[in-house]
């Protein structure tokens, strides 16, 4: 089943310790030693469910594709270490020691490594640790992803600033090369309405914060254009709150049901006059309002009253 390694430590001067020995025996591996290798890794703030994160793509990879990889609820989520509460988990870097062999669509097989960094930004880690842990982190992983809670803001960016400026130094060697994929993944997104959960919305939110204007500071707009030509590819995914999600789907379902039938009825009304459609759009408006409440919802009156005024809106 394997287990939790760490493989980057920091010492007691603050400097990154590699543990050479330990990284060998996984890459080394007779079934893994002659195989190209992917190794996805997660960064991020302290106290932000990275570990929690790794564990279902673990879970996912274990389960060789099948539909119902999510299990069931009270099945235990197994292997990295995590917990709640506000201290740190995971320290310096570990990786999971069962490398996972995932068939391509050329017929080959690939090696994947899951990786788990330790949080940035809390009370016991420098801003030089944060930094070298980051930038390790990017440079030896084919996908790197970035747990961010909420949205994406300027300060994110600037911590990729190191990382950006290293890139743009290789590319002036004639070696020099890209990183590969870097994943924005929002948790707890709360504007589903603008940008939907998942990869689509991601993909949709991250145009427009990456997208420079006129009335952008020049370093913001550099630091853009230097994120953007570091990385082979820039991906984001919107993630709901675990405890909202269902809550919001069922109001959203809710309101579209009811829109659903204002819209098909009022497109077939004939009217004499503007009194008259007004009188009507009323009448189907209260019924649709009857339809939303009706209609089967979880979570509290905030959320009910917040898409109910959208329906209101739209109608």
């Avoid at 493989?7 to 190209?36: C, F, M, W, Y």
Wanted: some cysteine; charged content about 25%; glycine content about 6%.
């Amino acid at each position: 089943m394997g287990k939790q390694v760490q493989i980057v430590s920091v010492g007691p001067d603050h400097t990154l310790q590699l543990n050479k020995k330990e990284l060998e025996r996984i890459l080394l591996a007779p079934n893994v030693k002659d195989k190209p290798v992917a190794l996805v890794s997660i960064m991020g703030a302290f106290r932000q469910g990275k570990s929690f994160l790794m564990n279902f793509l673990m879970r996912y990879l274990r389960s060789h594709d099948k539909t119902n990889w999510m299990g069931d609820e009270d099945t235990p989520l197994e292997g990295f270490s995590w917990s709640t509460g506000t201290e740190r988990n995971t320290i310096g870097i570990h990786v999971w020691d069962e490398v996972f062999l995932v068939r391509t669509p050329t017929g080959g097989e690939l090696a994947v490594l899951l990786m788990d960094t330790q949080g940035a930004f809390d009370s016991d880690t420098s801003a030089d640790e944060t930094a070298n842990l980051f930038a390790l982190s990017i440079l030896t992983s084919s996908v790197q992803i970035y747990n961010i809670s909420k949205n994406i803001q300027e300060d994110h960016l600037q911590h990729l600033q190191l990382v950006a400026e290293y890139c743009m130094e290789t590319q002036e060697s004639p070696t020099g090369s890209q990183f590969q994929k870097l994943v924005f993944l929002i948790r707890d997104w709360q504007y589903p309405d603008d940008n939907a959960y998942g990869a689509v919305g991601g993909r949709s939110h991250l145009e427009q914060f990456i997208s420079t204007s006129t009335q952008q500071h020049q370093d913001n707009k550099d630091l853009r254009k230097s994120l953007d030509s570091c990385f082979s590819s820039l991906d984001c995914f919107l993630m709901p709150h675990p405890g909202k999600a269902t809550a919001e789907e069922s109001n959203r379902n809710a309101k579209e049901e009811a829109k659903t039938f204002y819209v098909e009825q009022i497109q077939n009304v004939i009217y004499d006059s503007i009194q008259e459609l007004e009188e009507i759009h009323e009448s189907l408006l209260q019924i649709s309002r009857d339809i939303f409440r009706a209609a089967r919802k979880t979570g509290g009156e905030d959320v009910k009253k917040r898409y109910l005024d959208m329906l209101e809106k739209v109608c």
